[in-house]
Structure formats: structure tokens, C-alpha cells
């Protein structure tokens, strides 16, 4: 069989090879590539090639070494399997991984959902968010495990609210902020009072109405202006860059699209990025910036979408 990408059942194979490892993956996408699987023995042989092909560029490891640092139960043992074969349990084995798999609240890819808590606060969820929410006597505590949420807290001095995201905790100190968790790091703004940013390796912080912070594997970064209007732009189905690395706008357009997007060329990664797009048109944001930077773009089945220099 011919392992050059543009074979076309080697095309449907990468396809296949990366939805599998897609946290976003749903029952439908396991029982349809099961189906592929056995339609033609041809199939196997296209995948093998496919994982041969990514291999040798390179360009699984990044992602692997991603969803790997997301999920620390998974043991190294199993982690290899789940990269090396795509057949048999492989459904199972990221559906137990996934982050926020038994949330209580979840919405879908591009999906808005505001949602009215026990106490009277609210939370509006933006694109694939998921969180749960532990009330108690003492406490409101929310834990975010993905995506982002803009918190309208009401008043109630005997339960703190607290909104826990990758190892870091958001307390209100007054009534609306926004939580967004994406690809390992945490930023909190404050639109209204104020709240309080702790957790593991770094001080408790006050931050005040109109700025924000930013806290990950690096630790709490330093204290900024938020730029409010760009903030909540997601709560009007818009999405505001201003001088953004290009990496981060690549991960931000890949939460309201499926599949992946993968930066090939890391060299161009931190070029900056200036633009507003609509969210519901990532295909035209992808087209524009390419257009714009002089990047290319290869898509594989408009499921994976290669981003690298055009020099």
C-alpha cells in the first residue's frame, strides 16, 4: 500500500488515527470507526501506515505528551498501547480519561448554556465546558474541569463560593467573574468586586474588578488589565486576539471546531495574532490566518488540519 499522505484510504486513516485520540471522541465516532475497521481488511493495513507516517514526522508526540499530562492515572503501560494500536478498547480507554466525562453540566462543541445553581447564582458555560457543583452548609464549591465559565454569585455571607480549577481555587469575593480552563492553564478576570486566586505553590491573592491572572504548571503569573469587552466576546459568540501568540489562538479556535488542529512548525508558534472571529466560522478564522501570516494549511477528511510555515 502506498503510505504517501495523499493515498486516499491513508487520508481516511489519519482521520480515523486522530478522532480515536480525540478527547472530544463520542460513542457514535467508536462505533463508526469499528465499522470502518471491518469493512474492508485493506483498513488495518491503511491505519498501520497512518501511525507509521505520523511517527516519522513527529507530530503525535506533542499531543500525546498533552492529553498524558492531563491524565495521571493512566499508567505508562497503558498509554503506549492506546498510542500504538487503535483496535480493540480503545473506546473504553479515553472514555475513562476524559476530562469531566461524569460532570454534572456539560455543553457540546460551540454550545453556550447558562445554568441557575441551588443558591440563586448563576454560570454560563462557553464551548466543550464541563463543571460540578458540592454544596454544603458551610460551602458553595464549583470544580471546572474544562472550558470556561462566567460566574454570577449571590450574596450569601455563611458559604463561601468557590470555584476549583486545575489545582487552583477562585473564591468570590462579590459577584461576577470568569473562570477559563484550557490546555493546562487557568485565567481568572474579575468583572464586578473581586475574588481571591490560591493554590498549590503560590500565595493567596486578592484581584480586583478589571484585571486578571493567569495561574499553570509555571506557577501564578503576574497580575494584568483584563480587557473586559475581549474577556466575555465569547458570551456574544465572538472571539477577540489581541497580540496572541499564534499556538494559543490555535488552541482556542480548536474548542469550537471537532478535530485537531496541530502546529507542525513550532518556530511560527509565537508569531502574534490580531483579529476577531465569529465562532461558529473556524473553517473562515483558519483561512484568514493563513492568508494573513502566510502559513499553510493541510487538512486530512476536515478532521485534522496542519498548520506550518509556507517558506
Known amino acids: 500500500m502506498n503510505e504517501d499522505a495523499t493515498d486516499p484510504i491513508v487520508m481516511e486513516a489519519l482521520e480515523w488515527f486522530v478522532r480515536m485520540r480525540d478527547d472530544k471522541v463520542t460513542v457514535a465516532d467508536r462505533q463508526a470507526f469499528e465499522a470502518w475497521l471491518a469493512a474492508d481488511e485493506a483498513h488495518a493495513a491503511a491505519l498501520k501506515h497512518a501511525q507509521a507516517l505520523w511517527t516519522r514526522f513527529d507530530i503525535m508526540q506533542p499531543e500525546f505528551d498533552r492529553m498524558r499530562r492531563g491524565r495521571p492515572l493512566i499508567s505508562r503501560r497503558n498509554f503506549i498501547l492506546g498510542s500504538v494500536t487503535c483496535i480493540g478498547g480503545l473506546g473504553s ?14 455543553t457540546d462543541i460551540g454550545e453556550r ?27 458553595r464549591r464549583v470544580e471546572l474541569y474544562r472550558g470556561e465559565g462566567f460566574f454570577d454569585v449571590s450574596h450569601d455571607p455563611a458559604r463561601s463560593f468557590l470555584v476549583d480549577a486545575g489545582g487552583g481555587t477562585t473564591q468570590a469575593l462579590g459577584t461576577k467573574f470568569d473562570v477559563k480552563f484550557v490546555d493546562d492553564l487557568v485565567t481568572v478576570a474579575v468583572s464586578e ?14 484581584l480586583e474588578e478589571g484585571w486578571q491572572i493567569s495561574y499553570g504548571r509555571d506557577g501564578l503569573g503576574q497580575p494584568i488589565q483584563a480587557s ?36 507542525m512548525d513550532s518556530s511560527i508558534g509565537a508569531i502574534p495574532v490580531t483579529a476577531v472571529f465569529e465562532t461558529a466560522r473556524t473553517e473562515s478564522a483558519l ?25
Open 93 to 106: 480507554l479515553y472514555a475513562i480519561n476524559q476530562p469531566g466525562l461524569f460532570a454534572e453540566y456539560k
Open 113 to 139: 448554556r447558562t445554568i441557575g445553581l441551588p443558591d440563586g447564582s448563576t454560570v454560563e458555560l462557553g464551548s466543550y465546558s464541563a463543571l460540578s457543583t458540592r454544596f454544603s452548609e458551610t460551602e
Open 193 to 206: 468586586h473581586a475574588v481571591q486566586v490560591q493554590g498549590r505553590g503560590f500565595s493567596n491573592l486578592r
Open 228 to 263: 473586559l469587552d475581549t474577556v466575555e466576546a465569547w458570551r456574544d459568540d465572538r472571539i477577540i486576539f489581541q497580540d496572541v501568540p499564534l499556538r494559543r489562538v490555535l488552541e482556542e479556535l480548536e474548542r469550537y471546531r471537532r478535530g485537531r488542529i496541530i502546529l
Open 287 to 311: 483561512q484568514t490566518i493563513a492568508d494573513t501570516l502566510g502559513v499553510r494549511l493541510l487538512n486530512a477528511a476536515n478532521y485534522v488540519t496542519l498548520v506550518y510555515s509556507a517558506g
